[in-house]
Structure formats: structure tokens, C-alpha cells
């Protein structure tokens, strides 16, 4: 069984995040199955016609993110193998839409031939020193640092707001390692709001266990810290969805996300609509920066 899992937790803002998205998944494709993980803040503003957008909703206490009595929804992130549903999985971000046209089935045909996928902005061998990352983009730790406590050799880039699993004993083991390197308080990270960054984890699991996969190009989802040219056309028609992540989204990207959630409601014949509020209006530990939004279009 194939289907799409995203998480909100930690605040009503993630639910409606992840309410827009379903609709987007919806609108392209009637019959995706979505199931939502969340706590009783994730759904607190939804109505009950809302809850039916998605087939699961799976309640989860706040233990399930408690370390050392401190909120890690990052790590969430760690368990989606266990979390999902699904034989073959999709995982969105919750601040993600859908572009117009761009159909879940597709998106899984296309990613078939592999076992496991995320949107990577690619790796460096710590041997040569050769990258081909993009430099707008974070490793969430010192690269020499990582390399010497690890023992690794190539560290990916990757970007977790995009991920594609299959149910393998190598995946499993993946997520598992991926949960180990969170909980190591010795491992050279950096600590960020809620935790620390799952990519991390990821950019680490996946050179100790040398997978490989044919990496998803850097058009699967539209990233504002990554890509950083915003125009709607050219969002629509590269890349398979946008995301506003991060504490605060530029004024050009809340205009298309919000001009997407009109046009999916009315296709879908939904009259109430949460529209783009930056996090860091909503969550005062999220009021920081930590990127630089270019503006390189209109």
C-alpha cells in the first residue's frame, strides 16, 4: 500500500499547514491516501469535515518527542519508518503544497526504482575536499568535526522536507541509526528550536551505511534557502511542490502559497481556508534567522 505521511505537532499552525497540503494532495489526486501523525495541538482548530480530508489521523502523546524533558518534534522525523501505515511512503513537510498538475502517482513512479530517497543538495568527499553542495544550505554542524566523530569519509546534504521510503530491513536500519545519532548528546551538533536538526542524522546514516540511491533533483520541492528565485511560474512548472519553511517565508512566496490555497479550495469546494502566517508570529521560540531570503524575481 502506497501513501503520504506528514506530521504536525507542537502547534495548531502545523495542523493547518498540513490541512492546505492535504487539500493540494486531493485536488491532484482524488483517491491519495494521507495519513496525518499529530497531538491534540496539531488538530486543535481543524472541523470535523476537515478531519475527513485525511484516511488516518494518528494521535500521539507528547512522550513521543520528550528527551530529558525537553520537546524534540525534530525527531519525529527519525521514526517515520515506524510511523507510517505504508509499504511505500512519501513524507511532505506540513508547510508544503502541492503544485497544480503534479500527481502523487506520478511522483511515486518516479521514484520507484529506488528504496529510498530525500532531496539532498548533494555531498562532499571528506577525503579531497570535493563538493558539489550549495553553499546556502546548512550541514547543522562543523564539517571536520563531523567527519572526525563519525569516522566517515562523504557527507550528503539533504533537506528532510522531502523524503521517499520503502519497508526494507535497510531502511529500517537506516531510521534506526538515524535515531541513535539524535539521542548521541556527544555527537557535534547543532541544537535548534525543538530539537536538534534531523538532517543531520540523515546526512550521517547515510554515508556510514553507504546508501546509495539516484538522488531526486534539487526541482522536487521549491525552497527558499536553496533555490531562492521566486516567481510563480517558474515554481508551478519546475518543481513538484513549494515549501515555506523555516521561522519567517519572503512576501512573494506567501503570495503564491496563499494564491494556491484559493485555487485548491475552490476546485475542492472548501470555504473555510488557513492562509500563511510565518512561525515566528505564532511560536516565540521560532522568532529567530538563520537564512537569507533573496530576491531574484519579479
Not at 484516511?55 to 530529558?68: A, F, P
Request: net charge neutral.
Amino acid at each position: 500500500m502506497k501513501g503520504v505521511i506528514i506530521l504536525a505537532t507542537g502547534h495548531s499552525i502545523y495542523g493547518r499547514y498540513a490541512l492546505n497540503l492535504a487539500i493540494s494532495l486531493r485536488a491532484n489526486c482524488h483517491n491519495v491516501d494521507i495519513c496525518l501523525v499529530c497531538d491534540k495541538q496539531g488538530i486543535a482548530d481543524f472541523k470535523e469535515y476537515q478531519l475527513n480530508l485525511f484516511n488516518t489521523i494518528k494521535i500521539i502523546d507528547e512522550s513521543s518527542y520528550i528527551i530529558n524533558g525537553e520537546k524534540h518534534h525534530f525527531f519525529l522525523k527519525t521514526k517515520l519508518y515506524e510511523l507510517s501505515p505504508y509499504d511505500e511512503t512519501i513524507f511532505f513537510d506540513a508547510d508544503t503544497l502541492i503544485c497544480p498538475g503534479k500527481n502523487i502517482d506520478f511522483m511515486f513512479s518516479t521514484l520507484s526504482d529506488n528504496d529510498f530517497a530525500i532531496a539532498n543538495n548533494g555531498w562532499v568527499d571528506l577525503i579531497t575536499g570535493k563538493s558539489n553542495v550549495i553553499n546556502s544550505y546548512k550541514f547543522w554542524g562543523e564539517i571536520e568535526a563531523i567527519k572526525e566523530y563519525h569516522k566517515i569519509t562523504k557527507l550528503y546534504q539533504t533537506n528532510s522536507t522531502f523524503i521517499y521510503f520503502k519497508k526494507t530491513q535497510e531502511n529500517k536500519e537506516l531510521f534506526d541509526l538515524c535515531q541513535q545519532i539524535y539521542l548521541d548528546e556527544s555527537a557535534p551538533k547543532e541544537k535548534q528550536t525543538w530539537g536538534y536538526a534531523d538532517e543531520y542524522c540523515f546526512n550521517v546514516a547515510l554515508s556510514k551505511l553507504n546508501i546509495k540511491f539516484k538522488s531526486p533533483n534539487q526541482n522536487i520541492i521549491f525552497i527558499q534557502f536553496v533555490q531562492k528565485k521566486i516567481e510563480k511560474k517558474n515554481i508551478t512548472e519546475r518543481f513538484w511542490g513549494m515549501t515555506n519553511g523555516g521561522h519567517k517565508t519572503h512576501p512573494l512566496l506567501v503570495k503564491i502559497y496563499n494564491e494556491l490555497v484559493n485555487q485548491y479550495c475552490l476546485k475542492m469546494n472548501i470555504l473555510d481556508r488557513f492562509y500563511h502566517i510565518d512561525k515566528s508570529q505564532l511560536i516565540p521560540e521560532r522568532n529567530v534567522n538563520y537564512g537569507t531570503i533573496i530576491n531574484e524575481s519579479l
